[in-house]
C-alpha cells in the first residue's frame, strides 16, 4: 500500500449520530468489487473515505443533502458547511487532515496549508482504493491457485513419500526379520546338536562309570574275602592244592589291587559341558549392541560415581565424584590410610556393582594422552606397586587402554593392539552380565573399538586410571 494511500484520512471520526453498525467491513462479495464490474449505488451510512467531519476533533453540523460521487458510484459524501464561514466544506486541508471551504483554504485558517479539492482528493483515494482492490483480487487468485495446484500436488507428493517410506520400512525390517529368523533357525540347531553331543558324552561317562564302579566293587569284596577267610599261612605261601603251581596270596593281592587302580579317577573336562559359543552370533550381538547404544540409557545412571575411598593420591577428584584429574606433583600430605584406597598406581573404581543385567555409561577422556577404562573384580589389590594392583595386568580387570598415540586391550598381562581411526573424545561401555560380553564403543560413531567375552565370576566394579589430564563419567 502506497505512502499517499496511508496519508488519507480514511477513519476520520464519524458525525454526530453515526454508530458502529452502520459501518460495513468490505469482503469479496460487498459493492466495492462490484464497482470494479461497473458500479453500484452508493451505500448509505457508509464511511467513506472522503466522508466529511473534523478529524481533529472538531464539531460541524451536518446537512440534510447527500453529495453522490457520479463516476465511482460507491462514494457517498453528504454535505456539510463551514460553521466560520457558512459555506460549503468542498476542499480537504492535508496539513491538518480535515474538510474546510474555500475561504478557509484561501484566507482562513488553513492559509498557505496543503490544500486540495475534495473531489480530488477523493478521486485519488478512490484510484488508490481501485488499486488495492486489484491487487487483493489478485492475491486471492494467487491463494485460491496455492490451494488449488500447489497444496494437492503436495498432497499427493505426501502420500506417494509416505507410500514409499512405509515400503521402505516394510521391506527393511522384513529382510531383518528374515535375517533373524534364518539365524534363529541356526543358533538353534547349533545348541541342539550341541545339546545332543553332550548329551551322549553324559550318558557314555555314566556307563563307564558305573561298569568301573561294579569292578571295583567286585575286587573290593574279593579282597575282603580273602582278607577275613583266608589263614595267615595262606597270605604268604603257595596253595598247594594247585599243584604247586597256585599264587600265593601276597601275588593274588597285589593283582586285585593293581586291578582296582586301574580304574582311574573320575575328572570333569569341557566336554561334559554345553559350549557357550554354540549359542553367539555377530548378528545378534550387533543389533543387541546397536539397540543398547543408542537407547535412551547409553550414559548409564545418575547415581554412578567415582568411589572417593579407592581414589588414589596420585589422582584429585572433583565435587560432584564424577572427574579424575592426575596431579603432577605428589601431595605433601597423605590421605588418612584406607584398605579400599589404590596407594601406589593411579586408579579409581566406580562406586557401582554390576552382578545382573546389562549397564552402560559413557567416559569423557578429552584430551588426555594417558588413560584406562574398564572393569574389575571388587577384590582386586589395593596396595603396592605390583601387577595384581596395577589395571590390566592381572587376571582381576579388563580395560582399554591409551598411551602415546596407541590404543589397546589388556587383560591378565596381555595387550592386544586396537586399530582406531579417529581419536574418540568419549568413549563408551556395555557390559552385559547375561552373555558375558564388555564392549568398548564410541558414543559420536558408535564405532565399536572392542568387544570382550569372558565368564565373570564375580560383581564388577567400574574402573579407570589416569596419568595425563583428566577424565569425566558423563550422565
Known sequence: MSDAFTDCDLTCSSPPGATTAGRRSTDLEQPIFSALAGGVKAQPGGDAAGSPGDCSGGTASPTAAAISDSESGFFSVESELCVEHESELDWFCGTERKLVCGHCASVGSCHG????PLASRVSAVRNQLVDVCEKMQLQALRIERFVDQT?????????????????????????????????????????????????????????????????????????????????DAQLVVRDGREGGGGLTGVQEIAERVEEAEGVGEPCDTDKLSLNPVCGDSKLLRGLWATAMLLGPNAYGPSDLKFDQRTVSPLLSLSDDHCTLTFLHKKPRQSPPYDPARFDCWPNALGSLAMSSGTHSWVLDVGGSGAFKVGVCYASLERKGSGDQARLGHNAQSWVL???????????????????????????????????????????????????????????????CAVTDRSITILH
Not at 496549508?113 to 486540495?116: A, L, N, P
Not at 568413549?427 to 558375558?436: A, F, H, M, P, Y
Request: charged share 25%; net charge neutral.
Open 151 to 231: 497444496l494437492a500436488a503436495k498432497e499427493q507428493k505426501l502420500q506417494a513419500a509416505a507410500c514409499r517410506a512405509r515400503e521402505r520400512v516394510l521391506a527393511q525390517v522384513s529382510a531383518a526379520r528374515e535375517a533373524l529368523e534364518e539365524e534363529e533357525q541356526r543358533l538353534l540347531e547349533e545348541v541342539q546338536r550341541e545339546e545332543e553331543r553332550v548329551e551322549q558324552c553324559l550318558l557314555t561317562q555314566r556307563a563307564h562309570w558305573s561298569q568301573a564302579l561294579a569292578s571295583l566293587s567286585q575286587t573290593r569284596s574279593s579282597l575282603v574275602h580273602t582278607l577275613t577267610h583266608s589263614p
Open 401 to 463: 587402554c591409551h598411551y602415546d598415540g596407541e590404543y589397546s586391550f589388556c587383560h591378565a598381562g596381555k595387550k592386544l593392539p586396537l586399530q582406531v581411526a579417529r581419536r574418540p573424545q568419549r568413549i563408551g561401555l556395555l557390559l552385559d552380565c547375561s552373555s558375558q560380553a564388555l564392549l568398548f564403543y564410541e558414543p559420536e560413531s558408535c564405532a565399536v573399538l572392542y568387544c570382550a567375552t569372558q565368564r565373570f565370576s564375580a560383581p564388577l566394579l567400574p574402573a
Open 113 to 116: 496549508h496543503s490544500v486540495t
